[in-house]
């Protein structure tokens, strides 16, 4: 299912890609968030970091994560399996499994600290302003309990609905999300669905409560593809019907270059890169992204060479001192890319984590040419 | 769970008791040399050996025998004790009451005890909590239950004269003196299945803690006793009710045990006194009844399944 190292969605990312290029052209805006942000962010991550407890020198799984999620927009969290992309998204609503803590960092969503805030004010926030889907709908569906009583159970927790009153409204988010015959589909376990009809449930349970942001992580990578772009237009329709800002994991290109407004690349932990979509694809400012951006098989291309990024992400603990990209890096000078690389500003809303590209010395290409 | 499904079990269940029923009835064809003649016992006169070759119906063919057996069981018929002379269903139904009376109370035990202390175990793993039931857990598998039996009797029963050291009364006498007649041979038995079950339960609610549908629940709000539940009991309920079904056969057998120490006349010392006495129609009798108790556990376990798992209820 998950496409291996280098090799991001196939055909149909770069036919996406294509079409989101012609569509900027034409000035035709995908209802997006309008213009640049303003004002106080929906959700603010700051210098998040992530860490093994355990040895004293263990590094961070992820380290030093800063983003922002404003008011109705939609955020892409990229990058190849194992760069901490879900981790990230988990540390939001304090969901990571026991293993692994944050150490640093703060997660500021409405004005709280998610991260120092009272187990009862996060309780208070999952499933109530802040929804979460996940990857696999089948197994993040609990088997015993019919759909109609999974999603009722958010009006229950949130709003103290009685059952019968929370069932009424799990039938008009059944509605709302595309199932047909809802009134039936209530009563029906998740085993007798089909993987879209249980994301379609996992996403009416997320919006039950109308949240301000939901928090994606892999929504459509478990379906396949034409189920994929249903699931998409749903989530891209309810995000212009409730105003709902989307953090949405991913390593599918042609879903970001579609769907978001502003991208962050991770590579192993570190963010690589951050900039609005148009940004990414058409001057990336990251070799990571770079290298990304050519893997996206081209369709109309026949019988070529699928360009992969030689190498694959380095396991925590074994992370390089310097740039983390550096021992896969096409670019590479040895003597200044085996130091550690800071976090730069290129522009007020793009920032790059490679030192060579921030001094000028480094130009690299987009996946959009003429 | 379809009526079908149900149907089907009971049909299966059926076919179970009748393959029993044909090994109880070879019980008696397999003796070796003269049925009749070990039957009645050494000094036995050539009379009685013929009386009892008549009453058991040795001098027929073989399936007629069984013919004529298995029509009698039908009617509920199981024959003679050779020793008293009295109906063998009659007699397991005077000493049945106090067996099943205690493997129930056991099972109850085992359940209450084991479940809640394999619950509060696996929701709090690494904790002192978990870390006692563990060790408990371990000894209440390694102690054999007439050795349980003992301390429980010199502990409330001779140091503390609190409870009944032995016997069993109706509970036609008072519900207080069956229950304290009760509970020292139904702890004694159960404990050693609470303590199976603690550890099976244990498993599971940790398994079941680290599924993706928990996380889901938590992002959604879910925390506690809610959380508990609806999310993690009744998924973890499936291995445990697989592991009481099988427990609750063995606690039938062992059962034997705990009537000898505590003094209680019944299946138990029935069923030994008849192997001692070659009382070959009362140990048709006990042979046929745990047979049908064994294939009733199983299908209530089957079913449990189906309430439990709807998966199961469409397979």
Redesign the interface.
């Known amino acids: 299912m998950t496409p291996g190292p280098g090799q991001l969605n196939g055909a149909e990312a770069a036919a996406d890609l294509r079409q989101a290029a012609d569509l900027r052209q034409a000035g035709e805006g995908r209802q997006k968030g309008d213009g640049p942000q303003a004002g106080e962010p929906l959700l603010a991550v700051k210098g998040l970091t992530i860490d093994l407890p355990g040895g004293a020198v263990q590094p961070g799984l992820v380290e030093d994560v800063t983003f922002d999620v404003h008011k109705g927009r939609a955020v892409a969290l990229i990058g190849e399996s194992g760069c901490g992309k879900s981790l990230t998204s988990m540390a939001i ?1 304090g ?1 990571l ?1 026991a293993a692994v803590r944050v150490t640093a960092g703060s997660v500021m969503f409405d004005g709280v600290d998610l991260l120092t805030c009272s ?1 009862r004010q996060l ?6 302003p802040v ?2 889907v ?1 990857q ?1 709908p089948m ?7 019919t759909v109609g009583d999974q999603i009722a ?2 009006r229950r ?2 709003l103290g609905e009685r059952r019968s009153v929370a069932l009424k409204q799990a039938r008009e988010l059944l509605e709302r999300v595309g199932i047909p015959k809802a009134e039936k589909r209530l009563r029906s ?1 998740p ?2 669905m089909s993987g879209g009809m249980q994301q379609r449930v ?1 996403i009416a ?1 997320a919006i039950a409560c109308e949240p301000k942001l939901l928090i994606a992580d892999e929504p459509t990578t478990a379906l396949d593809v034409t189920i994929q772009a249903e699931i998409l237009e749903l989530l891209r329709d309810l995000r212009r019907d409730l105003d709902l800002a989307v953090l949405l994991v991913t390593h599918d290109l042609g879903v970001v270059a579609d769907f978001c407004d502003d991208v962050v690349v991770m590579y192993a932990g570190h963010i690589a890169e951050r900039t609005p979509v148009d940004g990414l694809f058409y001057e990336p400012k990251h070799p990571y992204s770079s290298a990304l951006l050519s893997a996206v098989p081209q369709s109309g291309r026949a019988r070529t060479n699928l360009t992969v990024i030689s190498g694959r992400v380095p396991s925590a603990g074994q992370f390089p001192t310097g740039c983390r990209f550096e021992p896969r890096c096409e670019h590479s000078v040895d003597s200044f890319c085996r130091r550690p690389q800071a976090d730069t500003a290129l522009a007020d809303d793009h920032r790059t984590r490679c030192g060579r590209v921030a001094a000028g010395e480094l130009t690299l290409k987009g996946a959009v040419r003429g | 769970m379809s009526p079908r499904m149900i149907i089907r079990r009971l049909g299966g269940s059926l076919l179970v008791l009748w393959l029993v029923s044909i090994l109880t009835f070879l019980l008696v064809q397999l003796i070796p040399g003269d049925p009749a003649e070990v039957i009645a016992g050494e000094n036995a006169t050539v009379a009685e050996v013929a009386r009892i070759r008549t009453e058991l119906g040795l001098d027929k063919p073989v399936l007629e025998q069984y013919f004529n057996w298995f029509t009698g069981v039908l009617h509920g018929d199981l024959g003679h004790s050779l020793s008293t002379n009295r109906s063998v269903v009659s007699t397991i139904a005077e000493a049945a009451p106090a067996t099943l009376v205690i493997t129930t109370m056991a099972i109850l035990v085992a359940i209450v005890i084991g479940v809640t202390a394999g619950v509060a175990a696996g929701l709090t793993q690494g904790s002192w909590v978990d870390r006692a039931v563990s060790t408990l857990a371990t000894l209440g598998i390694a102690m054999p239950s007439f050795w349980l039996a003992m301390v429980l009797v010199s502990l409330f029963a001779l140091t503390n004269p609190w409870l009944p050291a032995t016997g069993y009364v109706d509970i036609r006498e008072g519900f207080g003196v069956w229950l304290s007649h009760v509970i020292l041979p139904a702890t004694a038995l159960g404990l050693a299945t609470a303590a199976e079950l603690a550890r099976h339960t244990r498993g599971c609610v940790a398994d079941v803690l ?4 928990v ?9 506690g006793a ?1 959380l508990v539940r ?2 993690i009991l ?2 973890s309920a499936i291995p445990v009710v697989t592991v009481l079904g099988l427990q609750a056969g063995r606690l039938f057998g062992g059962v034997i045990v705990v009537e000898a120490v505590f003094g209680i006349s019944g299946l138990g010392s029935l069923a030994i006194n008849s192997v001692l006495q070659r009382n070959y129609p009362m140990i048709q009798g006990y042979v046929l009844l745990s047979a049908v108790i064994v294939v009733l556990i199983n299908l209530i376990v089957d079913l449990a399944y189906g309430w ?4 199961v209820r ?1 397979a």
Do not use: D
Not at chain 1, 123 to 128: A, E, I, L
Not at chain 1, 139 to 145: A, G, H, Q
């Open positions: 609503l969901l499994p187990k309780r208070r926030v999952r499933g109530g929804g979460m996940f696999e197994s993040s569906l609990n088997p015993t309990m159970e958010v927790l949130h376990y085993h007798e996992m349970a | 680290t599924r993706p549908y996380r889901t629940a938590r992002a959604r709000g879910a925390s809610w609806r999310h009744r998924n439990i798992n709807p998966k469409a």
